[in-house]
């Protein structure tokens, strides 16, 4: 299927009626948000899941104790008189010169300070110096508080953090080089135009932050995303099970099982043809089957972690059986997903059951010691907190996962859509990846609860039987699948040491691969793009830091070498198989009804299977004998 057209993105800014357009969105937008507003006073709004006593605790304790450290106070004080005569010094020194001030420089990728201005003109570049200066100082004397517990300090320098990004001068119009200038162009039609689209996304948006990521016209589930041909062929109360049809006339015997997350939706690994890793696998050989979770509302919110591994990798291996009369598969695993079929692996394991060949993990923990910035979420008061909102409702929207994903990178997926869509005044630019994210998905109360608490906030998975499923104790150390992991160096979400300290808890041979870029782009990296490359070290030492100093730097995308390894656990080719042929019909075609928030189709009839023919005497004829167990 050919890709969809992706709408461009418009310069409004010259638009001859640009003003009466905006005054009539603000008109309609405005008049829908005094009804809501009024409606909710009414009802009472939904439950708030932020802490707020977790937020403010650790500031209280950084005051309790900077005020029994008055040498840190004094070595704070000492520290601005320094960077303050720096900076007036340097100030004279560039008007002399012509030359920037360069006392401070931003972080590397910041791009709120890409603008010429911001070096060129003496203000603005005093403006971004001096906001630099200080926010340095409020961190350096954070981390000089001693005594001060790392959790609560991590607290204190993230909220920090959240407050500072949001005063920085390219957030206003008149420190902004790029919104005065188009300010004073437009005479401010895009502060008229941004006040609509700022209505707009309160009116059309949901959670607490509600704007516009990517243009929500430009893409669509089934057309341009999610588009690899494949067919629903089993369905439950948590998932469809998706068998894509083949491209190649044989495959490998062993069918693949996508595990995909589900705080987002699957096609993540189906962004059109040129993204698509699922598109990928099929080219390769593979029969592929990815389960598409739903997005649960209230009258799931008893299903549990267990019932995700039991409705989730469990059954849809017991129907991929059905659909291929094949036992032996091969698994991936993405984020979440990966950790679900660690468990599911190690849970098969204490049962005897070897039907998995081997597992990929992409950017999956399971070992929680280290969780970067997301650590700031994780405590009694902020887990408390959030079951209560999910007991009140079910479950937690998954607006409320979003803000705190869009929080660790507050400047590049907040502030940077805040300066565009409302004080430059302009349309979000179509984003595959971002029209993902935006599509979040709600989780059950009774499995987030557990998954917070004992993948998190207690780490017990890597502990021998310190999780029980399905009445069993699981232990990570009995699987003995060969497993492939590949993990992101800059993901903030899944940190790769953590992966890496997780991985080695496995019982089985273990491959590890580090690519570059982020949670998202390290792992959705096509050959044909020749970016990011990746990081190989045959052996696994103990530390993390060893392995990446003795790894192997290689060009390009780390899929073909997957390929390779994947290939000697394959069991064989045969003829492709097509969706429907075995014992399981088709229910609908792909992307499925589970991906457009829609109820499930009604399930056809499971066929039953054939039986043998019988000759003249009645006697069953004897079956063939089933082809021979292919090893890895």
């Given at each position: 299927?050919?890709d ?17 357009r ?20 009414l ?15 650790p ?28 900076f ?12 920037p001030l ?21 203000a ?5 110096q ?57 005479r401010?039609k895009n ?17 607490p932050?509600?704007?516009r ?8 589930v ?7 041909p494949?067919?629903v ?50 080219e390769?050989?593979?029969t592929?089957?990815v ?25 849809a ?5 059905q659909a ?12 979440i ?19 998995v ?42 607006a409320?996962?979003?803000t ?8 590049s ?7 565009n ?6 349309d ?17 109360a ?33 699987v ?36 570059g870029?982020?949670h ?32 192997e730097?290689f ?71 089933s082809?021979e167990?292919?090893?890895?």
């Open positions: 299927m050919a969809k057209p992706i709408k461009k993105q418009s310069t409004p800014d010259f638009e001859p009626n640009v003003v009466s905006s005054l009539a969105r603000v008109g309609v937008h405005g008049g829908h948000l005094l009804k809501r507003s009024i409606m909710r006073r009802r009472g709004g939904p439950p708030n899941p932020a802490s707020v006593g977790s937020m403010t605790k500031f209280f304790t950084l005051t309790g104790k900077l005020a029994t450290q008055p040498d840190t106070l004094l070595f704070a004080q000492m520290r601005l008189l320094k960077d303050t005569s720096l007036w010094s340097g100030i004279l020194a560039s008007g002399i010169g012509k030359k360069t006392v401070a420089e931003p972080e590397p990728g910041d791009g709120r300070f890409r603008d010429q201005a911001w070096n060129d003109v003496i603005f570049n005093a403006l971004k001096a906001y630099l200066l200080s926010t340095r100082w409020l961190m350096d004397t954070i981390d000089d508080v001693r005594d001060l517990d790392d959790h609560d300090r991590r607290k204190v320098r993230f909220f920090t953090s959240q407050m500072t990004d949001a005063l920085a001068p390219s957030n206003f119009v008149l420190s902004n080089p790029e919104v005065l200038r188009t300010t004073v162009k437009t401010g502060l008229l135009r941004g006040l609509a689209n700022l209505l707009r996304d309160l009116d059309e948006g949901k959670g932050m509600p704007f990521m990517s243009d929500p016209d430009a893409f669509e089934g057309d341009n995303l999610a588009n690899t494949g067919d062929v089993f369905q439950n109360d948590l998932m469809q099970l998706i068998q894509y049809r083949p491209t190649t006339e044989t495959v490998h015997r062993r069918p693949l099982l996508v595990i995909p997350p589900w705080i987002n939706k699957y096609y993540i690994l189906d962004l059109g043809e040129k993204k698509s890793f699922i598109r990928y696998w099929v390769q050989g593979h592929v089957f389960v598409s979770w739903v997005n649960p509302g209230p009258e799931l919110a008893h299903k549990t972690f267990e019932d995700y591994m039991l409705e989730g990798p469990v059954a291996m017991d129907a991929i059986e291929t009369g094949e036992r032996e598969i091969n698994t991936v695993g993405y984020c997903g990966g950790t679900l079929l660690g468990c599911t692996l190690a849970w098969l394991a204490a049962r005897g059951d070897d039907r060949k081997s597992a990929t993990f992409l950017n999956s923990m399971m070992d929680f010691s280290e969780v970067g910035d997301l650590e700031v979420f994780i405590d009694e008061d902020s887990i408390a907190k959030i079951e209560k909102a999910m007991n009140k409702q079910g479950y937690l929207e998954g409320s996962m979003a705190a994903f869009n929080m660790l990178r507050a400047n997926l907040i502030w940077s859509f805040f300066v869509n409302y004080l430059l005044g302009r979000t630019a179509p984003f595959d990846l971002l029209y993902w994210n935006s599509d979040a998905t709600r989780m059950p009774a499995m987030h609860s557990f998954y917070l608490r004992n993948m998190y906030l207690n780490n017990r998975l890597r502990e021998p039987g310190g999780i029980t499923l399905a009445g069993t104790p699981i232990d990570l150390r009995k003995k699948s060969p497993a492939y992991f590949a993990s992101a160096i800059e993901d903030h979400i899944a940190p790769w040491i953590s992966c890496y300290k997780g991985a080695r808890n496995l019982g089985g041979p273990l491959r590890f691969v580090l690519g870029s982020g998202i782009a390290g792992i959705i990296n096509p050959p044909e793009k020749k970016k990011y490359g990746y990081r190989l070290n045959e052996d696994n030492p103990a530390n993390p830091e060893e392995w990446l100093k003795g790894a730097q060009e390009g995308s780390w899929w073909p070498d997957w390929v390779a390894w994947a290939e000697q656990f394959g069991g064989g080719k045969i003829k492709a198989r097509i969706p429907g042929e075995g014992n399981l019909p088709v229910i609908e075609p792909a992307p499925g009804a589970y991906l457009r928030n829609e109820p499930a189709p009604p399930s056809p009839a499971v066929r039953k299977r054939r039986q043998p023919q019988r000759g003249k005497s009645g006697s069953a004829k004897q079956k063939t004998p082809p167990k292919v090893t890895q």
